[in-house]
């Protein structure tokens, strides 16, 4: 699977974002997504995960009620809305495909990462 991001920028605290995600090479209903993030001197951390149908989602707490995942498996794509975004939300944000796996949060697990994308929330 070849992942692509893009919708990265600077934004101003309180302001939003959309990151999309497009697929190719794969069949992407095969695959449960997921976006992670790193900010600098920091690990990769799980942001927000959704099921191959999109049945299902897996948040991070500090995303919570602000951050909202969805996928379009005829256009190949996963978005990421991110809302009222805040300082510590500026990172590099990655999206991520694993295939037949078991819908985790674990960055091991996924098998196949795009190129990332820099979000910048000011304050």
């Known amino acids: 699977v070849q992942l692509q991001a893009s919708g990265g920028g600077l934004v101003q605290a309180g302001g939003s974002l959309t990151l999309s995600c497009a697929t190719s090479?794969?069949?992407?209903?095969?695959?449960?997504m997921a976006w992670f993030r790193q900010a600098p001197g920091k690990e990769r951390e799980f942001v927000v995960g959704?099921?191959?149908?999109?049945?299902?989602?897996k948040y991070a707490d500090s995303v919570k009620g602000r951050f909202t995942i969805s996928r379009d498996n005829a256009k190949s794509t996963v978005y990421l809305q991110m809302n009222s975004l805040k300082p510590e939300d500026t990172a590099v944000y990655y999206c991520?495909?694993?295939?037949?796996?078991?819908?985790?949060?674990?960055?091991?697990?996924?098998?196949?990462w795009g190129q990332g994308t820099q979000v910048t929330v000011s304050s």
């Open positions: 991520a495909a694993d295939e037949y796996g078991f819908f985790s949060t674990q960055s091991n697990d996924y098998d196949y």
């Open positions: 090479g794969r069949t992407l209903s095969r695959c449960h």
């Open positions: 959704i099921s191959q149908s999109g049945g299902r989602t």
